[in-house]
C-alpha cells in the first residue's frame, strides 16, 4: 500500500511539474529556443498573411515588442514561429500550449477569461456592419429577410441579435471559417451585410478588388477591448506583456504604430486602410487595464 501511494504521490509530482513548465512561458521559451506566435490570415490591420508563410499587421508588431523583452529575460534569441489560427481554434491552441502568444483579433470577455488571460487593450473596437455601396441598406431595420455573414467563432451575429433594434429583424445567419471567407460571402452577393469589428471590415473593403464598392454602416452594436491573448495562471509573462505594452503606451509608441498600419498605405497593394483611433482607444492607451467587454457596457 505504502509503495503504491509512493508512487501516486510521485506521478502527482511528475503531473504537477508538468503543469506548471507548461504555464510558465519564459522558463519554456528559454528551454526550446522557440516561441510560437498565434496569428491571423485576415484579421484587417491587426494580423494578416502576406503568403509564403509571413505574417505582419500591428498585433503581430506589438508582440514583436513583447518577444524582444522576452527574449532579455530568457537571455538568449528566440526563433518566432508563426501558428495560423481561427476564432475557432484560437482559445484551444493557446490553452493546450501549442500557441505562446496569441497575435490576432481577440476580444476580451469575462467567459474568456475563463480559460485564458488578456495583456492589457490595445483597442477599443465598435461592432457594426459592411454593406455593398449600392444595397441601400444604412441601419438594421434594412436587415429583415436578408443574409447576414459574420465568422464562424466570434460572437457578432449574436451581438446583432441582442440588440433591440433588432427586435422583429428577421434575417439568416451565414457563415465564414475565416474573416476573409466572410467578406467574400459579401463580395459574391451569397449574403448581404457583414458583421464584425470595425477595423477588420475596414481593412479587408481596403484590400478588396473594388474598395470603392463597400461601405461600414449601421448602429454600433457592442464596444469591446480587443487584446493579445495568452495563457492562464503565468503570472511573470503577464506582467512582462503588460509592462511591454504599457511601455509602448506611454511613450506613444503604440499611437504611431496605430498610424502605420491604420492611416497609411500598407502592403501588399499599398492601400490605407483608413481607420482612426476612437476615442475609447485612445483612454485606453491613457489608463492601461484589461477590463472584459462587460465592464464597457455598464453604464
Request: net charge positive; aromatic share 6%; glycine share 8%.
Amino acid at each position: 500500500m505504502k509503495k503504491h501511494l509512493l508512487a501516486l504521490a510521485v506521478m502527482a509530482a511528475v503531473s504537477t511539474g508538468a503543469q506548471s513548465q507548461t504555464t510558465d512561458t519564459i522558463s519554456k521559451v528559454k528551454a526550446s529556443g522557440t516561441i510560437t506566435m498565434g496569428v491571423r490570415d485576415s484579421s484587417g490591420a491587426l494580423s494578416y498573411t502576406l503568403g509564403d508563410g509571413q505574417y505582419t499587421g500591428f498585433h503581430v508588431e506589438v508582440c514583436g515588442r513583447i518577444i524582444a523583452d522576452l527574449e532579455k529575460a530568457a537571455g538568449k534569441k528566440l526563433t518566432v514561429k508563426y501558428q495560423p489560427v481561427t476564432s475557432q481554434n484560437r482559445i484551444p491552441l493557446v490553452q493546450n500550449g501549442t500557441v505562446d502568444i496569441e497575435c490576432g483579433s481577440t476580444t476580451n470577455n469575462a467567459t474568456r477569461q475563463k480559460d485564458v488571460s488578456f495583456v492589457v487593450t490595445t483597442f477599443v473596437e465598435e461592432v457594426r456592419m459592411a454593406v455593398k455601396a449600392d444595397s441601400g441598406i444604412s441601419g438594421i431595420a434594412q436587415l429583415n429577410g436578408k443574409n447576414v455573414a459574420t465568422t464562424t467563432g466570434t460572437t457578432s451575429v449574436q451581438t446583432l441579435r441582442k440588440n433591440e433594434r433588432a427586435t422583429g429583424v428577421d434575417f439568416k445567419e451565414v457563415y465564414g471559417k475565416d474573416h476573409s471567407d466572410s467578406f467574400l460571402l459579401l463580395e459574391s452577393g451569397r449574403a448581404d451585410a457583414f458583421v464584425m469589428d470595425g477595423a477588420i471590415l475596414a481593412g479587408n473593403i481596403a484590400t478588396s478588388k473594388n474598395p470603392a464598392g463597400f461601405k461600414i454602416v449601421g448602429e454600433t452594436l457592442s464596444v469591446e477591448p480587443i487584446a493579445i491573448m495568452i495563457r492562464k495562471d503565468d503570472p511573470a509573462f503577464k506582467k512582462l506583456a503588460d509592462d511591454t505594452v504599457k511601455g509602448m503606451m506611454k511613450s506613444g509608441e503604440i499611437a504611431k504604430l496605430w498610424d502605420k498600419w491604420f492611416m497609411q498605405p500598407i502592403p501588399p497593394k499599398n492601400t490605407k486602410v483608413g481607420y482612426a483611433a476612437s476615442e475609447s482607444t485612445k483612454a485606453a492607451w491613457a489608463n492601461p487595464n484589461d477590463k472584459p467587454m462587460e465592464d464597457y457596457a455598464k453604464k
